[in-house]
C-alpha cells in the first residue's frame, strides 16, 4: 500500500473533498475547499483524480513510499522516497491532489474537514509534519469549467438583514474600500473598514437565523466579518451582504492587505 | 392549532446569496413562526420542489439550498404557493435528564426571584420543543419556559463549555452536544449526547420534537 508522509504542513493544511452537504439541519456546515475552482482545477489535471485535496496554505513537504502522480495544479509524477516541496499558492490556498483516493474513512459521506468543531478529514484536525495517509483506490476523471479569472469588484447580493442599514450606508457600501485583514481562516474574514462605514453601528438584537459562505455579517462594534466555508450553521449579527458564489474562491484568495470593493448584483 | 397569524402571504421568501433562499415567518422569535417554519420544511421534505439540494428547519425560518440553474423568482413563486398557516404536528418525546449543578444556577434563579429549589422544578414543570437546531452541530434551542423563566443573558461570554451543558436564557433552555462558548446561564449538565458523528444521522433530537427535563438522581 502506498503511504504519503507530510514532512512540513503550515498552518490550516487540511483533507477537503467537495464537502460535507446536507447536513444543516444537524448544524453542521459543509466545510469544502476555500477555492473550489483551484481544487478542481489540481483534479482535471490528472487522468484520474481521488476525490480529496490537501489544502494547503504555505505551501507542503510530503514524500510517498512508491511512485505516485499527483498534480498542485500541474500534473507530475514523483518517485518513491522523494521529498516533494509544494510552492506556497500565490492567494491564500493551493491543492494538491493525487491519482488515487486518500484511504480515510468519510464521516457522514465526507473526507472533508471542519477545523472549527474538530470533524471530518484527518482526525478532525489540520495536517503537520510526520502525519502518513495510505492511498486508497484510484480515482475518477474530472471535468472542470474554468471559467476565466474575473476582476474587479466582489459581486453581492443585498442580505437578508440588508433593511436594517440605512439606504445611505447601503449606498456607500457598494463604493467603499475595505482591506483584507490577518485575521482570516476557513471560518471567516475579518475586514478593516477603512472608510468607517459601521463605525456607529449599534448592537441589534436579531433572531439567529441561517449563515451560508459569503454572508457579511458586521459585529456590534462594527467590524465586517466574511463568513467562509467552516462557518457557524446560523448566527445573530446582522448580514448586510452576501458574495455570489462565482466570486467566492476570488474572495478566499485575497491575501491580507488586499484592498476589495463589492458590487451589489440583482439576483 | 395556532395558525392565528394570518395568511401565508405573510412569509418573507429572501434571497440568501445566489445559491440559497430564506422563507422567513417572523422577524422575532415566537411559538407560532417557530411551528410554521418546522411545519414547511416538512412539507418540503415531503414533496420537494425541483432544484432544491437542501431544506433545514430553523427559529423562525427555512433554509433552501437550491442547485445552479434554478431562477430564485420562479422558485420563490413555487414556494409561495406552497407556504400555508400548518404549525408542526408534535415530534418524538425525550426525557432528558439534567444535573442542576451549574456555576450559574444560583444567579440565574435569582434573576427569576425563586431559589434554586423553586426554580428547578419550574423549570422542569413542563413539556418544551426543540426549537431549532443551530449555532453547533447537535446543539438544541428548547423552549418555551412561561414568563417567569425570561431572563437575559450573561454579561460575559464564557470562553468554552463542554459537550452536554445545560444552558439558560430567554426563556429557553439549550443543550451544548459539543465544546462551544456560550453567553447563556450555565445551568446545569446532563449525560445525554445529541451529536454524534459516527452516526447517520448524526443527531437524535429533532426540531418539533417534545423535551422534558428532569432532575438526575
Not at chain 1, 449606498?171 to 475579518?190: C, K, N, P, Y
Amino acid at each position: 500500500m502506498t503511504t504519503i508522509t507530510i514532512l512540513r504542513a503550515g498552518p490550516l493544511t487540511t483533507l477537503q473533498d467537495e464537502g460535507r452537504f446536507g447536513m444543516l439541519r444537524h448544524g453542521i456546515s459543509a466545510s469544502g475547499p476555500m477555492d473550489r475552482g483551484a481544487f478542481m482545477a489540481a483534479g482535471a489535471a490528472l487522468e484520474r483524480a481521488g476525490s480529496t485535496a490537501i489544502e494547503h496554505t504555505q505551501g507542503l513537504a510530503f514524500e510517498a513510499d512508491e511512485a505516485v502522480r499527483v498534480a498542485w495544479p500541474e500534473a507530475r509524477h514523483i518517485k518513491a522516497g522523494e521529498r516533494v516541496e509544494v510552492p506556497a499558492a500565490s492567494g491564500n490556498y493551493g491543492y494538491v491532489r493525487f491519482e488515487r483516493e486518500l484511504d480515510i474513512a468519510p464521516l457522514l459521506g465526507s473526507m472533508a474537514t471542519n477545523v472549527t468543531v474538530g470533524l471530518g478529514g484527518y482526525k478532525g484536525r489540520a495536517l503537520r509534519a510526520g502525519d502518513r495517509i495510505a492511498l486508497g483506490k484510484r480515482g475518477v476523471p474530472v471535468t472542470t469549467n474554468a471559467a476565466a479569472a474575473a476582476e474587479g469588484p466582489i459581486r453581492v447580493i443585498w442580505g437578508i438583514h440588508a433593511d436594517l442599514f440605512p439606504s445611505a450606508l447601503r449606498q456607500r457600501f457598494g463604493e467603499a474600500s475595505f482591506r483584507i485583514t490577518t485575521q482570516l481562516d476557513r471560518m471567516g474574514v475579518q475586514l478593516e473598514d477603512v472608510a468607517g462605514l459601521f463605525r456607529d453601528q449599534r448592537r441589534l438584537t436579531l433572531v439567529s437565523d441561517f449563515i451560508v459562505p459569503g454572508d457579511v455579517q458586521i459585529l456590534g462594534d462594527g467590524t465586517p466579518i466574511v463568513l467562509m466555508r467552516d462557518h457557524q450553521p446560523t448566527g445573530g449579527y446582522p448580514r448586510i451582504a452576501t458574495i455570489v458564489d462565482a466570486d467566492l474562491d476570488r474572495f478566499a484568495q485575497m491575501r491580507p492587505g488586499t484592498m476589495v470593493n463589492f458590487r451589489p448584483v440583482a439576483r | 392549532m395556532n395558525g392565528d397569524s394570518g395568511a401565508g402571504e405573510d412569509a418573507a421568501i429572501l434571497p440568501l446569496g445566489d445559491r440559497a433562499l430564506l422563507v422567513r415567518f417572523a422577524e422575532t422569535l415566537s411559538e407560532d413562526a417557530n411551528r410554521r417554519a418546522i411545519a414547511f420544511a416538512a412539507r418540503l421534505d415531503a414533496y420537494p420542489p425541483d432544484g432544491i439540494e437542501e431544506v433545514a428547519p430553523g427559529l423562525v425560518s427555512v433554509l433552501i439550498r437550491t442547485a445552479p440553474s434554478v431562477d430564485f423568482w420562479r422558485l420563490s413563486g413555487e414556494l409561495r404557493l406552497l407556504v400555508g398557516n400548518e404549525v408542526a404536528a408534535p415530534g418524538r418525546r425525550h426525557e432528558i435528564a439534567v444535573s442542576f449543578d451549574g456555576e450559574d444556577l444560583a444567579e440565574a434563579a435569582a434573576l427569576t426571584g425563586m431559589p434554586p429549589g423553586a426554580f428547578i422544578a419550574r423549570h422542569n414543570s413542563k413539556d418544551l420543543r426543540v426549537l431549532a437546531t443551530g449555532f453547533a452541530p447537535g446543539f438544541v434551542y428548547c423552549g418555551f419556559h412561561d414568563n417567569t423563566l425570561v431572563v437575559p443573558r450573561r454579561e460575559k461570554v464564557r470562553p468554552m463549555v463542554p459537550a452536554g451543558t445545560v444552558i439558560f436564557a430567554a426563556g429557553q433552555t439549550a443543550i451544548a452536544a459539543t465544546p462551544i462558548r456560550t453567553g447563556w446561564h450555565v445551568i446545569g449538565r446532563t449525560a445525554f449526547r445529541n451529536f454524534d458523528p459516527a452516526q447517520d444521522p448524526p443527531t437524535t433530537l429533532s426540531a418539533g420534537d417534545t423535551v422534558r427535563f428532569v432532575s438526575a438522581r
